[in-house]
Structure formats: C-alpha cells, structure tokens
C-alpha cells in the first residue's frame, strides 16, 4: 500500500518536471556549481508557478491593462489637445 502511493505521488510529479525541462530551460544548466544548480532549479519552478498564477488571472489582467491605458478619470478638454 505505501508503495502504491509513492509510485501515484511520482506519476503526479513527473508531468510538471517534463514541462520544467521542456518549456523552461530546466534540461541545460549554464550556471556554474551547486549553487548554479539551485538557482536554475527554482528559477524553473518560479516562472512555471508564474505562468500558472497569470492563467488563473488572465481575466483580471486584461481588466487592469484596460483600465491602465483608458483609465476611468474624465479629462480635461485642454488635456485632450495635448
């Protein structure tokens, strides 16, 4: 039984680290030493765990980038020459 459930835990775990080396630069390390190791494993997991959080909240981006580029303040007619 506690075999079975290392081996589902893996078959979790296995996609992600497929998307990790496919998708972001997880397979080839440039950085030197365990150190370069380390930051190349978690600079993988933040842009994945990034890209998760901006697919969650797409909607609310689109929201705020309309927002930011017509924003809801009423302009001056001497503005609207400028």
């Known amino acids: 039984r ?3 459930e290392r081996f589902r835990r893996r078959a979790g775990i296995e996609p ?6 496919q998708d972001h ?4 390390n440039y950085l030197k030493g365990v150190l370069g190791d380390a930051i190349n494993l978690f600079m993988a997991a ?3 765990n990034f890209r998760k959080w901006i697919r969650k909240f797409e909607h609310f981006f689109a ?9 809801t303040t009423t302009r001056q007619p001497s503005m609207m020459i400028l």
């Open 25 to 28: 630069r997880l397979s080839r």
């Open 46 to 48: 933040a842009a994945f």
């Open 63 to 71: 929201l705020f980038t309309l927002w930011l580029f017509f924003g």
């Open 2 to 4: 506690i075999a079975r």
């Open 16 to 21: 992600i680290i497929g998307h990790l080396k």
